[in-house]
């Protein structure tokens, strides 16, 4: 195949679109994050990217059959405008793919006449949280001063050594282009898939750009995780010598 193919599924037209990307990384929480806007709003899907650039795989669905890694673009109408939403099970497995697959990306999004980025993802702290900020780095002043209204932080030198992948360079060459992109990466102990990061991040863009969804998948994931995540929490106190919650019932 050749280095980069664009499969087009579909063209419709677009009002005022946004590009909002969520593919694979820290806590995964991008990737969570549009994938609960996928299935909460209708969605159809326009552009498959096919690359030798993704890992030399195929996933199999449950009716058994399979399908070669790629990224997917799909169009979400919204009330007031509509959203291109980039998923995906893979980033680029080298630097080169990495920033070929991005200008694909930039590409598809200036054809349906997307001026504006938003790259979803999530910041590790290194410890498990209990609330969640969402941490951000955009293009120009003006877009920072926005986002700051709406609660995001910017905080020098966070995240430390940058923001690599694709987040990172939908923003440096989405800049190149005279787009105006914002990576918004929820906090996450970066130790487990975070489904309350990713919905901090998602309440962040409802702000922004002015939709509703609901939680209450999200918020099964979450309860899901955080049974994991005691339990991850349990063992670390049974190997440091600390009593568990079981233990303290019996203390006093």
């Not at 200036?110 to 999530?122: I, K, N, R």
């Not at 992948?165 to 800049?175: D, I, N, V």
């Not at 996450?188 to 863009?205: C, I, M, N, Q």
């Amino acid at each position: 195949m050749d280095e980069l193919d664009i499969e087009t599924v579909a063209d419709p037209d677009l009002r005022d679109p946004v590009l909002v990307e969520g593919l694979p990384g820290v806590g995964h929480v991008g990737k969570l994050a549009v994938e609960h806007l996928l299935e909460e709003k209708e969605s159809e899907l326009v552009r498959r990217v096919y690359s030798e650039h993704f890992p030399p795989q195929v996933t199999v669905s449950d009716d058994g059959t399979t399908e070669l890694a790629c990224a997917e673009i799909h169009a979400v109408e919204l009330d007031d405008r509509d959203l291109l939403i980039l998923t995906g099970d893979n980033q680029a497995s080298d630097n080169a793919g990495h920033y070929r697959l991005t200008d694909a990306f930039l590409d598809v999004a200036e054809s349906f006449g997307v001026e504006t980025v938003y790259a979803l993802g999530g910041v590790p702290t290194g410890e498990l949280m209990d609330e969640y900020a969402v941490v951000g780095a955009a293009t120009d002043t003006e877009f920072v001063e926005e986002l700051v209204d709406v609660g995001v932080e910017f905080r020098e030198d966070e995240p430390a050594g940058g923001i690599v992948g694709t987040s990172g360079l939908l923003l440096g060459l989405g800049e190149r282009r005279g787009l105006r992109a914002t990576c918004l990466m929820g906090e996450t102990s970066g130790y487990l898939v975070d489904p309350k990061s990713a919905r901090a991040v998602l309440e962040v863009l409802e702000d922004v750009l002015g939709f509703e969804v609901e939680y209450d998948s999200l918020e099964e994931r979450a309860d899901d995780m955080e049974d994991v995540a005691n339990k991850i929490q349990e063992m670390e106190n049974q190997q440091s010598g600390m009593p568990t919650d079981e233990n303290l019932r019996y203390i006093g």
